[in-house]
């Protein structure tokens, strides 16, 4: 397949993917099978893409916080946005170096698919029998930047998943409270990664050989595709749960250790 539309279709997988509760990593894995492996720098960088359409959603708030920084309840959210990403990017650093990470093969993404889809409805139904709560509490915090990790160790498991339902069943059981908040830590720990997997190719003299071109197509494709997805979802959460997501998970991840070979 040509490169160019590879790297416009994994720009529209990671920009549908990387915000819905369905994992991005994953599906990009399970992609790259058919339309060959991409380099840690693309998948990031497009990733990053995702985010940037985030940031654009959400700039209001981010500029809100700019604006209103000395108000107590402001600087209590920024602070817990920050030591949740700054727990996710000191020990991010930590599995780098010690390099702990499953094989990218598609056997344990399936799994992670289908116990993550069950944990969710599970997840969900706690949430449901809980007073309507939209604060963020240190303790979710803290949980949610240790959910980042978790997702970024084991393929599958959904960074959006992991972090909005550990804020839910840490306190925060509004759906839409702990959807913003997992998706403004979002913001710098995708940037951050970017920025460390540029600077790592650039090091490593590994810049002459990507593809520029194929990367920043696909950069911009995932931005356009993500701020289409991420408003929908943030309209579908209003006065749905996440059941469907859960159902699909579980669906996908059967199917994929169904039809494909163990360990594949």
């Not at 599958?156 to 830590?185: D, H, K, P, Q, Y």
């Not at 995932?222 to 579908?236: P, R």
Request: aromatic share 10%.
């Amino acid at each position: 397949m040509n490169d160019l539309i590879s790297a416009i279709l994994l720009g529209i997988v990671e920009g549908i993917t990387e915000f819905l509760p369905v994992s991005s990593t994953g599906h990009l894995l399970i992609a790259e099978r058919w339309l060959g492996a991409r380099s840690d720098l693309f998948n990031v960088a497009i990733q990053a893409g995702a985010i940037l359409a985030v940031t654009f959603i959400y700039w209001r708030t981010l500029w809100s916080m700019v604006q209103n920084w000395r108000r107590p309840e402001t600087r209590d959210y920024v602070m817990k946005l920050a030591v949740a990403f700054l727990i996710t990017a000191a020990l991010g650093l930590v599995v780098t170096k010690l390099g702990f990470k499953l094989p990218e093969t598609i056997t344990p993404i399936a799994w992670a698919l289908i116990i993550g889809g069950i944990w969710m409805i599970a997840a969900e139904k706690v949430a449901m029998h809980r007073p309507d709560q939209v604060a963020i509490t240190w303790r979710v915090a803290i949980l949610v930047g240790l959910a980042q990790i978790v997702a970024g160790i084991f393929p599958g498991t959904s960074r959006s998943a992991s972090t909005i339902f550990v804020a839910m069943l840490a306190g925060t059981s509004n759906r839409a409270a702990a959807t913003e908040f997992a998706f403004l830590v979002g913001i710098p720990t995708m940037y951050a990664a970017t920025g460390y997997e540029l600077l790592k190719t650039f090091r490593q003299g590994g810049a002459a050989g990507e593809d520029w071109t194929g990367l920043g197509v696909a950069f911009v494709v995932s931005t356009l595709v993500a701020f289409v997805a991420v408003k929908w979802l943030l309209g579908y959460i209003r006065s749905h749960k996440f059941t469907v997501f859960a159902v699909y998970r579980i669906i996908l991840g059967i199917a994929l250790l169904l039809l494909l070979p163990a360990g594949g």
